[in-house]
């Protein structure tokens, strides 16, 4: 029931990459900015990415975000098992005239 | 160290009027920004409310409008969220945050406050 699609899990071995998707419209995604968060167990969500491709203050520069059509990518190098949360995208939706997320994501390193 | 803390009961009744308070500390908000809320059913995604400036315009999630509203106070350097009509479908940890632009149609929220847990139930 999500206007963006996110896979609902993702996982990979210590060291590794993963990417996470976040798939949308030509009224979101495909014409405004995409930000990603990064969500702890029990914890208040965290921006990691912002106008699709910018790290916040303080994020490391092994996780990167991309946007190419409807779609945006979130890739995460060299993994450690602090990085096993949940990850959300959200944009603006002009035709809905409202701020959307995914379903988000739940990232476990193995 | 800017902060951002929200405050209101764990319970409402069916029915009944949910209002929650966020206060910010370490920064004026009538500086700037805007200031939003934005919801987690439990187990579930994020569900963005609405968004305030000091100014008072306000933006409101379509589907939450009819019976929502947020405002700046009651005291300095608060801003609420009411929503009326509550259902066990409004049970959700309900979070305050700082909402940030770069141009149109570019946001995102870069301060959130810990989170806090309201039960609709009778």
Redesign the interface.
């Given at each position: 029931q999500?206007v963006l699609t996110q896979p609902p899990s993702v996982s990979a071995a210590p060291g590794q990459k993963v990417t996470i998707s976040c798939s949308g419209s030509a009224s979101n995604i495909g014409?405004?900015?995409v930000?990603w968060?990064q969500q702890l167990p029990g914890?208040?969500?965290?921006?990691l990415i912002?106008?699709n491709d910018k790290r916040?203050s303080g994020i490391p520069d092994r996780i990167s975000g991309s946007k190419s059509g409807t779609s945006a990518t979130l890739d995460i190098t060299g993994l450690q098992t602090g990085d096993e949360a949940v990850y959300?995208c959200?944009v603006?939706d002009?035709s809905?005239?409202?701020?959307?997320?995914?379903?988000?994501t739940t990232l476990t390193v193995l | 160290q800017v902060q951002l803390q929200e405050s209101g009961p764990g319970l409402v009744r069916p029915s009944e009027t949910l209002s929650l308070t966020c206060t910010v500390s370490g920064y004026d908000i009538n500086s700037g920004y805007f200031w939003a809320w934005i919801r987690q059913p439990p187990g579930k995604g994020l569900e963005w409310i609405g968004s305030i400036s000091h100014t008072g315009t306000n933006y409101f999630n379509p589907s939450l409008r009819t019976r929502g509203s947020v405002s700046v106070g009651p005291s300095k350097n608060e801003f609420s969220l009411s929503l009326r009509s509550v259902s066990a479908a409004d049970t959700a940890v309900y979070y305050c945050a700082r909402r940030q632009r770069s141009g149109s149609f570019s946001y995102w929220f870069d301060l959130w406050g810990q989170g806090t847990l309201v039960t609709v139930s009778s």
């Open positions: 999500f014409k405004n900015y930000s968060y914890t208040a969500p965290k921006l912002y106008d916040f959300h959200g603006w002009s809905l005239s409202t701020l959307v997320f995914g379903g988000g | -």
